[in-house]
């Protein structure tokens, strides 16, 4: 069975500072994809990137970026000079390509990213 | 265009009454799935719908917990007989029927958020 950790369950900084929330997965598959979603405070969930198990390029977009290793079953994110409004809930997530489960994720338990002014 | 619509946003039962909550998928989209996030906790899998077929209801509680996704209208998820346990809050995402298992991004609504008194 598939299952995500982070094991970053709070992580408070002070804006500009860079942050890096982990993520480690477990799955049997070979080709699997990785997700992360953002959760405001205002409860909604912002699909954040995907990645499929073949493509190990690292990602960056704008102050985002990630960095996939499957020799450590790996999918780390990391936001370069925070901001307040990069405080949410981030979660991480799992989905094996199977026709019977079609794209069910399998979430982390999510870090609250607080940054402080 | 239209997200994926959630209603009520919010909804108050006492013990014993009854919850359905509604989904409305994105324009184009076939494919359901419900999530359910307790207090503090991260987003855990409860079913998986296509129209008029229920595919995936692995995570579904065995008893009181109901979904269909009727041919027309939205899906709904039907709790009989809440109890405190149930206060939650209530997740639908949409996918539109890809190429491949697993690939698709989910899109999710904001959420309906259940109290049971």
């Known amino acids: 069975a598939q299952k995500v950790t982070q094991a970053q369950t709070e992580i408070s900084v002070v804006e500009k500072e860079d942050v890096t929330l982990d993520c480690v997965y477990e799955t049997r598959d070979t080709t699997y994809y990785l997700f992360w979603y953002k959760q405001p405070p205002s409860g909604e969930l912002v699909f954040l990137i995907r990645?499929?198990?073949?493509?190990?390029q690292n990602e960056i977009s704008g102050r985002y970026s990630w960095n996939f290793q499957k020799s450590t079953s790996s999918f780390n994110f990391t936001i370069t000079a925070s901001q307040v409004v990069d405080s949410a809930v981030y979660f991480c997530a799992l989905s094996e390509a199977r026709e019977t489960s079609g794209s069910r994720l399998t979430f982390g338990e999510g870090t609250q990213l607080t940054v402080n002014p | 265009n239209a997200g994926v619509m959630q209603n009520p946003r919010h909804l108050v039962r006492r013990r014993g009454q009854e919850a359905r909550l509604r989904c409305s998928p994105m324009?184009?989209?076939?494919?359901v799935y419900w999530y359910r996030q307790l207090p503090e906790e991260g987003l855990k899998f409860m079913v998986y719908l296509q129209k008029e077929n229920i595919i995936d209801e692995s995570g579904m509680p065995k008893e009181r917990f109901s979904a269909e996704f009727p041919k027309e209208g939205p899906s709904i998820l039907r709790i009989q007989q809440v109890v405190r346990g149930d206060s939650a809050a209530y997740f639908c995402?949409?996918?539109?029927?890809?190429?491949?298992?697993?690939?698709?991004?989910?899109?999710f609504g904001a959420g309906s958020r259940l109290t049971v008194l």
């Open positions: 324009k184009g989209h076939s494919h």
């Open positions: 995402a949409s996918s539109p029927m890809g190429a491949r298992a697993g690939a698709n991004v989910l899109t």
């Open positions: 990645r499929n198990s073949f493509d190990e």
